[in-house]
T-cell receptor, first 116, second 112 residues
Framework: DTEVTQTPKHLVMGMTNKKSLKCEQH?????MYWYKQKAKKPPELMFV???????INESVPSRFSPECPNSSLLNLHLHALQPEDSALYLC???????????????FGAGTRLSVL | ELKVEQNPLFLSMQEGKNYTIYCNYS?????LYWYRQDPGKSLESLFV?????AVKQEGRLMASLDTKARLSTLHITAAVHDLSATYFC????????????FGEGTQLTVNP
């Protein structure tokens, strides 16, 4: 089973709302990732969690707040977003964050976010 | 800063034809991945290339890596409609962890 589950699939929020995206995997992977993908563009890395600790923050604005409550679960808390934050948010997981062979990242289906 | 360039960005081809997608990257790496994305869907891992000269094949797709030239290719043989999708190469730029930088993607359309 190589499934990464993301909820919700679609989300519409106003600029003053607070919402959360959820990502879950049960493959025993110890690294989890958040990406942002705008239409017709490649995914861009936002955050990396390794062994439940934040290891990489790609200079993401503080209105995005990641959380890793346990090794299977990754959240992305959203607050005071801007319309330009509308995008597909993808979660991924891999066996490890460390440099090693075949550290394939498996992606979820994504949450399509619209900020009004 | 690592740059990953794919070409072509758009490819329209007929069924049964062959073609190659190119992925150039700007700094040393020996870990390169190819992913496929269908419209509105997630990314599916196709190939992992981990060393110079690596070649992987799956069905009508074959990927190769030349780390000295910083070039990977994805060759399509006898294309079929089901191969229509966007293909991304991604280079792992991590030194202490996995950090993928994706190319712009090649949108492939295979026409009957």
């Amino acid at each position: 089973d190589t499934e990464v589950t993301q909820t919700p699939k679609h989300l519409v929020m106003g600029m003053t709302n607070k919402k959360s995206l959820k990502c879950e995997q049960h493959m025993g992977h110890r690294a989890m990732y958040w990406y942002k993908q705008k239409a017709k563009k490649p995914p861009e890395l936002m955050f990396v969690y390794s062994y439940e600790k934040l290891s990489i923050n790609e200079s993401v604005p503080s209105r995005f707040s990641p959380e890793c409550p346990n090794s299977s679960l990754l959240n992305l808390h959203l607050h005071a977003l801007q319309p330009e934050d509308s995008a597909l948010y993808l979660c991924a997981s891999s066996p490890s964050d460390f440099v090693r062979a075949k550290n394939i990242q498996y992606f979820g289906a994504g949450t399509r976010l619209s900020v009004l | 800063e690592l740059k990953v360039e794919q070409n072509p960005l758009f490819l329209s081809m007929q069924e049964g034809k062959n073609y190659t997608i190119y992925c150039n990257y700007s700094t040393t790496s020996d870990r390169l991945y190819w992913y496929r994305q269908d419209p509105g869907k997630s990314l599916e891992s196709l190939f992992v290339l981990l060393s110079n000269g690596a070649v992987k094949q799956e069905g009508r797709l074959m990927a190769s890596l030349d780390t000295k030239a910083r070039l990977s290719t994805l060759h399509i043989t006898a294309a079929v409609h089901d191969l229509s999708a966007t293909y991304f190469c991604a280079v792992d730029r991590g030194t202490s962890g996995s950090r993928l930088t994706f190319g712009e993607g090649t949108q492939l359309t295979v026409n009957p």
